[in-house]
């Protein structure tokens, strides 16, 4: 099971740093990712990282959002910076190996002022 936190409210232009936890699972054997799911749209990928630490985010985040992974504490977090309406979803981390894949509960991340 994954366990997301530290979804809220911020202004624009504010922070939060999102949290997953593993239970049952070891994070550093999987491919680990956050989602993100506006109302009337689809899921999309934000970010990911393999279990060699390389990172892959996507364009609308890029330069704004960091995915780390700390496999002594089986997490993987989600530095949002420089937040915008646009990011305002919930938002998912995941974990997947070989055609297994785990959900987390999701967090609501809402950016307004």
């Known amino acids: 099971q994954l366990q997301a936190s530290g979804g809220g409210l911020v202004q624009p232009g504010g922070s939060l740093k999102l949290s997953c936890v593993g239970s049952?699972?070891?994070?550093?054997?999987?491919?680990m990712g956050w989602y993100r799911q506006a109302p009337g749209k689809q899921r999309e990928l934000v970010a990911s990282t393999n279990i060699l630490g390389e990172t892959n985010y996507a364009a609308s985040v890029k330069g704004r959002f960091t995915i780390s992974r700390d496999n002594r504490q089986n997490t993987v977090d989600l530095q949002l910076n420089s937040l915008q309406s646009a990011d305002t979803a919930v938002y998912y981390c995941?974990?997947?190996?070989?055609?297994?894949?785990?959900w987390g509960q999701g967090t609501q991340v809402t950016v307004s002022s």
């Open positions: 049952g699972i070891l994070i550093s054997r999987y491919v």
């Open positions: 995941h974990a997947g190996l070989r055609g297994v894949s785990h």
